[in-house]
């Protein structure tokens, strides 16, 4: 199974010059936990993603409304993304080594077409356990997958106290 057959394909985004208020808006209207962000020059390309729990932790630990707050001071950097065209098992692969439970899903030109979260692949798989027949997905590589995205980092007080 290909990930553009479970993908979500109309996901917000926000350009890179927005506010984590605007972040936020889009993720409460649309009853999602992140945002892509996309270039402001205009090429469509993705140069990070943003979730509900960066907006709350750059509040948090920069004191400030949201709408002082670039979606870029708060942003993951490094986009963990798959194509429309991969196999689901690479997608949850990817998920695995990340430890992310979304992936922007891309085309061949590399622009966003879709978002694929850890949930889409769950209601896949017993959808089909389900059905009874063959599975593509299975529930057994689900949990696999969100027992290692659910592994804990090493915290940040542990990190500053060595």
């Known amino acids: 199974m290909k990930v553009e057959q479970l993908m979500t394909r109309e996901v917000r985004v926000c350009a890179e010059s ?54 870029t001071e708060a942003m993951a950097h490094k986009v963990i993304a798959c194509h429309a065209n991969d196999g689901i098992s690479q997608a949850e692969a990817l998920m695995r080594d990340n430890q992310v439970r979304r992936l922007p ?14 949930n889409d692949v769950a209601r896949e798989a017993q959808r089909e356990a389900s059905a009874g027949k063959r599975a593509e997905v299975t529930e057994d590589a689900v949990a696999e997958t969100l027992a290692c995205v659910c592994q804990p980092r090493v915290s940040h007080e542990m990190t500053a106290a060595a």
């Open 18 to 71: 927005e506010t984590l208020n605007s972040a936020a808006q889009l993720m409460w209207e649309s009853d999602c936990g992140c945002i892509p962000i996309i270039s402001a020059n205009g090429d469509g390309s993705v140069v990070g993603i943003v979730t509900d729990r960066d907006v709350a932790m750059a509040a948090y630990t920069q004191g400030k409304q949201l709408w002082a707050i670039r979606v």
């Open 105 to 118: 899903v891309l085309d061949q030109n590399d622009h966003l077409v879709g978002i694929l979260s850890l």
